[in-house]
């Protein structure tokens, strides 16, 4: 990237490889990140966003959320590499004497880490790795990078490495002008570091003329066709068949020697669904890090596709959780057909995240709980219904006297905030008959978690007395997974982070079903009978490796 963060390095190479795949090619990706921490677990949802979770417990930035719903493959650890793992494991290794007594240095030490980085993903499955670095041409702390990823063309031969450059051609007002002195600078910053690109992608507001991308060329040093164009879209979704239509995956299937055809049929017909999808449905997400949306990416991401599904065009309205509580005294949620309770850490507006629960249970409100969302929903569940009028989370009260929410006994003790998560994907056997089996079709499923604090067995009999069902628990039946309140239309939580699984032809069955219990909701406000519709895309060949 050059010029500016936040271009869309991530949504390029996302679509670059969901092209590659409608190729017939085994693609997967990578993120190498310039920060120091060792990975985002740590940083604040304010600083960085979510953390993606993959299938083996990585915290890992964002963008592998983006790789994942495009190529449709599930990523690893390896995917995500930062500056401080790599120093962690450079230092480790000099800690051993694995060096001999050498001297260590960025160069040829930090270099040949990150090349590996690279190499662990290129696995015999794989035709093609796409690795996207982070940060922008210029930064001190990316340096490194540039250094590794230009040996390694070198390292690996000439055909086999394909440069991408994506750069910013603004649009300057007063002047009624799009500028690409920004590439040009940048072009330059990079060349300076041994790369040259092989090629660009420019991202701008509104298309550039042939003569703003012939400019480019002359002045850059690549060909014109190698120019790309990446316009603004109405949708992300949209991005892989611009870049076709630009030329981006047959140019970049020259520079490396690959040949086939492409059939992009299935991905036309379903952005012609997402285009489609406009029947309204609003669903209020109760969050705590609202200002910076990224922090509930794939959340946002997963109720698109449920929405895709169904024909729907979901409104999402963030609403500050610690807000929850007055917007109920004055009636400002009772307009929503939908609610959804994320995860999180902390204190910090838990009470409203409660509150939502309790407005939802008893208004008949389709809501979905997930992670800390479970938790809030058993919370209110043990105070307003079950009796016990201080029950809490031990991470909010440590001195609760029914601690419904509790850390598992084998963490206890452990002060490293590394070390406490359960992290990754387990298995949970959902009950016969139950809203959570009927919606994933199957007895036994896997997802992905990332907290420190359980469901508290010793009060699940109490509960289900009562009325909640804890319709999913892990294999030993030992931790509840799902919890579900019969003869409610929907109020389904999950100790897990089913959005790190959503497609967006393919939605998660937890979201699928709450915008469809969403729907009837407001279509019976609205007055009216009319079955949901479901306008799901018909189901493609596997593009699994």
């Known amino acids: 990237g050059g010029v500016a963060s936040s271009l869309g390095k991530g949504l390029t190479a996302s679509s670059l490889g969901r092209l590659l795949k409608h190729r017939g090619y085994r693609v997967t990706m990578q993120k190498l990140d310039p920060y120091i921490n060792i990975d985002p677990g740590t940083m604040n949802p304010f600083e960085h966003g979510e953390v993606f979770v993959t299938d083996d417990g990585g915290e890992t930035d964002l963008d592998l959320g983006h790789y994942e719903r495009f190529i449709d493959e599930n990523l690893s650890r390896n995917s995500n590499a930062t500056t401080g793992s790599i120093y962690q494991s450079v230092l480790a290794a000099e800690r051993r004497g694995d060096y001999l007594g050498k001297?260590?240095?960025?160069?040829?030490?930090?270099?040949?880490?990150?090349?590996?980085?690279?190499?662990?993903?290129?696995?015999?499955?794989?035709?093609?790795?796409?690795?996207?670095?982070?940060?922008?041409?210029?930064?001190?702390?990316?340096?490194?990078?540039?250094?590794?990823?230009?040996?390694?063309?070198?390292?690996?031969?000439?055909?086999n490495v394909c440069y991408i450059h994506v750069t910013l051609v603004p649009f300057i007002g007063p002047a009624g002008e799009q500028k690409t002195k920004p590439t040009q600078h940048s072009v330059t910053e990079l060349r300076s570091r041994g790369i040259q690109p092989d090629v660009i992608v420019c991202r701008s507001e509104e298309p550039l003329s042939d003569d703003l991308k012939r400019k480019v060329s002359a002045m850059c040093d690549v060909e014109e066709r190698a120019v790309v164009n990446a316009a603004d879209a109405n949708n992300i979704y949209e991005l892989p068949l611009i870049l076709h239509d630009e030329g981006l995956d047959d140019f970049v299937c020259d520079v490396l020697r690959l040949d086939g055809t492409i059939d992009l049929t299935y991905w036309q017909q379903?952005?012609?669904?997402?285009?489609?999808?406009?029947?309204?449905?609003?669903?209020?997400?109760?969050?705590?890090?609202?200002?910076?949306?990224?922090?509930?990416?794939?959340?946002?991401?997963?109720?698109k596709h449920a929405g895709f599904h169904h024909g729907a065009d979901v409104e999402i309205e963030w609403i500050q959780s610690e807000n929850v509580?007055?917007?109920?005294?004055?009636?400002?949620?009772?307009?929503?057909?939908?609610?959804?309770?994320?995860?999180?850490?902390?204190?910090?507006?838990?009470?409203?995240?409660?509150?939502?629960?309790?407005y939802a249970r008893e208004e008949q409100v389709p809501c979905l709980g997930i992670c800390l969302g479970l938790q809030a929903m058993s919370i209110d569940y043990a105070r307003n219904v079950v009796g016990l009028a201080d029950a809490n989370s031990t991470e909010f009260d440590p001195a609760t006297p029914y601690p419904v929410i509790d850390l598992m006994l084998d963490?206890?003790?452990?002060?490293?905030?590394?070390g406490t998560m359960r992290l990754g994907a387990y298995y949970a056997v959902l009950a016969s008959g139950s809203q959570i089996a009927e919606a994933y079709g199957e007895p036994v499923v896997s997802e992905r978690h990332r907290h420190r604090y359980e469901f508290n067995e010793q009060y699940r009999g109490q509960l289900e007395e009562h009325g909640l069902w804890c319709?999913?628990?892990?294999?030993?039946?030992?931790?509840?997974?799902?919890?579900?309140?019969?003869?409610?239309?929907?109020?389904?939580?999950?100790?897990?982070?089913?959005?790190?699984?959503?497609?967006?032809?393919?939605?998660?069955?937890?979201f699928r079903e709450l915008i469809a219990a969403a729907l009837e909701r407001r279509a019976a406000t609205d007055g009216t009978d009319e079955p949901v519709a479901d306008a799901s895309v018909p189901s493609e060949p596997s593009l699994h490796s």
């Not at 997400?285 to 997963?302: H, N, R, W």
């Not at 963490?411 to 590394?418: A, L, N, P, S, T």
């Open 103 to 159: 001297t260590v240095q960025v160069i040829p030490h930090i270099t040949d880490e990150i090349k590996r980085r690279i190499e662990r993903v290129a696995r015999n499955d794989v035709d093609v790795v796409i690795t996207e670095v982070g940060g922008t041409v210029g930064d001190i702390e990316i340096l490194p990078f540039l250094e590794a990823i230009r040996q390694f063309r070198n390292m690996v031969g000439r055909d």
């Open 270 to 303: 379903f952005v012609a669904k997402v285009e489609a999808a406009t029947t309204p449905v609003r669903i209020g997400l109760i969050g705590k890090y609202i200002q910076l949306p990224d922090a509930y990416l794939s959340v946002v991401e997963s109720l």
């Open 325 to 358: 509580e007055g917007l109920l005294a004055a009636g400002q949620l009772s307009h929503l057909d939908g609610v959804v309770i994320p995860g999180g850490f902390g204190h910090r507006g838990v009470e409203g995240k409660i509150a939502a629960a309790r």
């Open 411 to 418: 963490q206890r003790g452990i002060e490293d905030k590394g």
């Open 471 to 510: 319709s999913g628990t892990s294999p030993d039946n030992r931790l509840v997974e799902f919890i579900e309140l019969p003869g409610h239309p929907f109020w389904v939580a999950t100790q897990a982070h089913p959005e790190f699984k959503s497609r967006p032809d393919r939605p998660h069955p937890l």
